[in-house]
C-alpha cells in the first residue's frame, strides 16, 4: 500500500511569491504513478499533473512545475508567481502500479495574501 | 470542456436507508471510481471500476457499498444500509485509457454530500 506525507499542514505566503509544497511517499511498486491534485474552497477537486514512476524529466506547465526525485521518493510541487486565486488545498497522491487506486495526503492549505 | 456530474449535489437520509449516489462519467472514459471525504479530512479510495467488473476496493467498501454501470452513461454508488459515519462527500472520477490498458489521470466530479441523521 502507498502513504504519503505533506509535512507543511499550511502555508500562507503574500501574493507574487514562490512558494514550493512538499510531497514524500511510500511505495513498494516498481512502477507507480504521482498525481497533484487542488481543491480550492468551493471543494472540488480539480486534476493537475499525473506522472509516470519512470519518468523523472521535471515538468512546468506556466507558472507551476513539479521536481520529482525517485531517491528521494519525493514529488514537490511549486507555484511561481503566486496569486490569491491560487489559494487552496492542494493534494499530492501516488497510485498503485495499475494506476487505479489513488492514496491522498493530507493535504497542504496555501493562502496567498494579497 | 467534458466534466463528469453528480447528483444530488446533497442529499440527507436516515441512519438505515439505503442510498443511491449517481454519477456520469465523461463520455469516452472507461475508468470509474468512488472517493469520499469526510468533512476536514483527508480524501479516501472506495473502489474502481473498469470492463463491468471491480478492479480495486479499498477496506471502506464492504458488504454495505456496491456499484453498478445500468446503462452506457451512469455509474452509482449504493449504501445498503447507512450508519451515521457514512456522512462525508462522495467523489466521482472517471479516467480514460493510455496504452497497455493503464488508465489515464482521474477527473472528479463536483461531489455529492452524504447527511446521514
Known amino acids: 500500500a502507498q502513504k504519503v506525507t505533506q509535512a507543511q499542514t499550511e502555508i500562507s505566503v503574500v501574493e507574487k511569491e514562490d512558494v514550493t509544497l512538499d510531497c514524500v511517499y511510500e511505495t513498494r511498486d516498481t512502477t507507480y504513478y504521482l498525481f497533484w491534485y487542488k481543491q480550492p474552497p468551493s471543494g472540488e477537486l480539480v486534476f493537475l499533473i499525473r506522472?509516470?514512476?519512470?519518468?523523472?524529466q521535471n515538468e512546468i506547465s506556466g507558472r507551476y512545475s513539479w521536481n520529482f526525485q525517485k531517491s528521494t521518493s519525493s514529488f514537490n510541487f511549486t507555484i511561481t508567481a503566486s496569486q490569491v486565486v491560487d489559494s487552496a488545498v492542494y493534494f499530492c497522491?501516488?497510485?498503485?502500479?495499475?494506476?487505479?487506486?489513488?492514496?491522498f495526503g493530507g493535504g497542504t492549505r496555501l493562502m496567498v495574501k494579497p | 470542456e467534458p466534466e463528469v456530474t453528480q447528483t444530488p449535489s446533497h442529499q440527507v437520509t436516515q441512519m438505515g436507508q439505503e442510498v443511491i449516489l449517481r454519477c456520469v462519467p465523461i463520455s469516452n472514459h472507461l475508468y470509474f471510481y468512488w472517493y469520499r471525504q469526510i468533512l476536514g479530512q483527508k480524501v479516501e479510495f472506495l473502489v474502481s471500476?473498469?470492463?463491468?467488473?471491480?478492479?480495486?476496493k479499498s477496506e471502506i467498501f464492504d458488504d454495505q457499498f456496491s456499484v453498478e454501470r445500468p446503462d452506457g452513461s451512469n455509474f452509482t454508488l449504493k449504501i445498503r444500509s447507512t450508519k451515521l459515519e457514512d456522512s462525508a462527500m462522495y467523489f466521482c472520477?472517471?479516467?480514460?485509457?493510455?496504452?497497455?490498458?493503464?488508465?489515464?489521470?482521474?477527473?472528479f466530479g463536483p461531489g455529492t454530500r452524504l447527511t446521514v441523521t
Open positions: 472520477a472517471s479516467s480514460e485509457v493510455h496504452l497497455a490498458g493503464v488508465p489515464g489521470g482521474q477527473y
Open positions: 497522491a501516488p497510485s498503485n502500479n495499475a494506476g487505479n487506486m489513488l492514496t
Open positions: 471500476f473498469y470492463n463491468n467488473e471491480i478492479s480495486e
Open positions: 506522472r509516470n514512476s519512470f519518468d523523472e
